[in-house]
């Protein structure tokens, strides 16, 4: 699934490498719909990507769900998930787009954050995904 939605659009896997490399202690990024499809993806393979994708796009709803019951909008900025041994930043990335980080937990969450923020800030045009148009019924 990765590799059909990272042909239609610019390839921006180099993007996450760049940020899995600057940081120490990152392991993986992937930049997804916020509908859950992987779009781009850097220290994971195919099935590993999408399967993050699914986690961060349901972590990103509840957040979103959250902040409307909670907050004063449903604006999310990010979430992050403390596990055992790995940190787990989910981020939106653009309107319709979501970033998501695994990275151990000697990474400086600060520098990581930063740094993810820089990212989307530099590229958002590439990171917007766009609403999905119905496909249109068959006319006789």
Same mark, same amino acid.
């Given at each position: 699934?990765?590799?059909? /939605? /990272?042909?239609?659009?610019?390839?921006?896997?180099?993007? *996450? /490498?760049? *940020?899995?490399? @600057?940081?120490?202690?990152?392991?993986?990024?992937?930049? &997804?719909?916020?509908?859950? &499809?992987?779009?781009?993806?850097?220290?994971?393979?195919?099935?590993?990507?999408?399967?993050? =994708?699914?986690? =961060? +796009?349901?972590?990103?709803? &509840? =957040? @979103?769900? =959250?902040?409307? +019951?909670?907050?004063?909008?449903?604006?999310? @900025?990010? #979430? #992050?998930?403390?596990?055992?041994?790995?940190?787990?930043?989910?981020?939106?990335?653009? +309107?319709?787009?979501?970033?998501? #980080?695994?990275?151990? @937990?000697?990474?400086?969450?600060?520098?990581?954050?930063?740094?993810?923020?820089?990212?989307?800030?530099?590229?958002?045009?590439?990171?917007?995904?766009? /609403?999905?148009?119905?496909?249109?019924?068959?006319?006789?």
């Amino acid at each position: 699934m990765l590799s059909e /939605a /990272a042909g239609q659009a610019t390839n921006l896997d180099w993007l *996450l /490498a760049g *940020l899995v490399q @600057r940081v120490p202690h990152t392991r993986s990024a992937v930049l &997804l719909s916020s509908d859950g &499809l992987a779009k781009a993806a850097h220290g994971l393979d195919d099935d590993g990507a999408d399967q993050l =994708a699914a986690i =961060a +796009c349901g972590l990103f709803s &509840l =957040a @979103r769900s =959250a902040a409307g +019951c909670f907050g004063a909008s449903e604006m999310v @900025r990010q #979430v #992050v998930a403390e596990l055992d041994d790995t940190l787990l930043f989910v981020s939106t990335a653009g +309107c319709g787009a979501v970033l998501a #980080v695994l990275a151990a @937990r000697g990474v400086d969450a600060g520098v990581l954050g930063y740094e993810m923020s820089q990212l989307v800030k530099s590229a958002r045009p590439y990171l917007t995904t766009p /609403a999905r148009q119905p496909i249109a019924a068959d006319k006789p």
